[in-house]
């Protein structure tokens, strides 16, 4: 058995100040200075990362409520993938281009947009299109830059933060003192929901791959790191809570880990599912639910309404975001690729290689 733990999670030291977003120019300047095209990455059949291509596209209008922003990072997400192979069904209303969150620059608004003005600098969770030069985004899905973060992380925390927050805590109401299981600890979720369960004062196990996961997710605060792949987890999870089990699980996995899990969980616990990377369908005992009193729950971010994406906005804005500002919950960003290698991004994100986030630059 290969279990690795620790006591205390170690503190995370701010990031420094960074200059690689350029000085903004005026209000007045904005619209007069943006170009009629852009850089974009357009998924040209469905299939593998090679049906990625560089393109120019017109530049985006902004709708009804929404802001224009130049781009300046896009985080890459196992979503992207997914659309790329043909495998989650874009929104009719939403960008063909992939992209679910980025960091940047307001440069033009869009009728009733409110809050922000040009020159602002904001994250944002976006309707597709990241992976471009210039990106529509709900106002409302806008969150502040933090301001001592490079590009490259603040770009990536909004799917993770969104997803998290509204997963881990709103549906599945982790609290202090309780216990939690997190699925692919080392991916960008699992790092985000290691981090955040831990500064809502929970006990964290999660699964992982080899030993240098066990190594990077005890770093980020988990209380016990399983290797999967050497390891019964559910054996490993019964040892270490006496045989109660975990107060609540977040699973990405699902397939035959739905089973397990549902053995995994104490009296009361919550399933929270997100995601099904070995298969939608499973064979279960639906007798654990009866007995132990279950509740399970799931849920997808991007076909949700405006209104429910701009109230899990504003509750990470104000659960989530300081901590983030604190240096207490950050976005391990494991490797970048210019905008024009993003079938190479989606490979690497295929591969299972890495360890938190993977970026693109235009």
């Not at 904005?30 to 593998?48: Q, R, V």
């Not at 699925?183 to 999660?206: N, P």
């Not at 999967?228 to 999870?237: I, S």
Request: hydrophobic share 45%.
């Amino acid at each position: 058995m290969r279990i690795v733990k620790t006591e205390t999670a170690p503190r995370v030291r701010r990031r420094p100040r960074t200059s690689e977003f350029p000085a903004t120019l005026s209000v007045s300047e904005k619209p007069m200075n943006l170009p009629n095209t852009m850089p974009a990455i357009a998924i040209t059949a469905p299939g593998g990362p090679e049906v990625l291509q560089a393109v120019e596209l017109p530049l985006p209008t902004p709708a009804d409520g929404e802001v224009l922003i130049k781009v300046a990072a896009a985080g890459v997400n196992r979503p992207d993938c997914l659309q790329r192979a043909g495998l989650y069904p874009v929104p009719p209303e939403a960008s063909p281009l992939p992209g679910l969150e980025i960091a940047g620059e307001v440069v033009a608004l869009g009728p009733g947009a409110t809050r922000w003005r040009p020159g602002d600098r904001v994250v944002a969770l976006v309707h597709g299109g990241g992976y471009a030069g210039y990106c529509r985004a709900h106002a409302g899905h806008c969150l502040p830059w933090p301001a001592e973060l490079p590009a490259v992380e603040a770009a990536s925390l909004p799917e993770t933060c969104f997803t998290v927050q509204y997963n881990l805590f709103t549906r599945a109401h982790l609290s202090a003192g309780e216990s939690c299981l997190i699925h692919g600890g080392s991916s960008g979720i699992g790092a985000t929901a290691i981090q955040l369960a831990k500064a809502a004062g929970a006990r964290v196990l999660t699964t992982v791959g080899n030993a240098e996961k066990q190594r990077f997710c005890v770093g980020l605060g988990a209380d016990v790191a399983i290797d999967y792949k050497t390891t019964d987890w559910l054996d490993a999870v019964l040892t270490q809570t006496p045989k109660r089990g975990v107060d609540v699980v977040l699973d990405m996995v699902a397939g035959p880990y739905v089973e397990k899990n549902l053995k995994a969980l104490a009296p009361d616990g919550r399933y929270s599912m997100i995601a099904f990377l070995l298969g939608a369908k499973a064979e279960v005992n639906f007798g654990h639910v009866l007995g132990k009193r279950l509740t399970i729950t799931g849920s997808t971010l991007r076909p949700q309404s405006v209104a429910a994406k701009t109230a899990i906005a504003r509750d990470v804005e104000d659960k989530v975001w300081p901590l983030v500002v604190a240096g207490r919950c950050r976005s391990p960003v494991f490797r970048v690729f210019p905008l024009a290698e993003a079938a190479a991004a989606h490979a690497l994100m295929e591969s299972s290689q890495h360890m938190g986030k993977i970026v693109l630059v235009p």
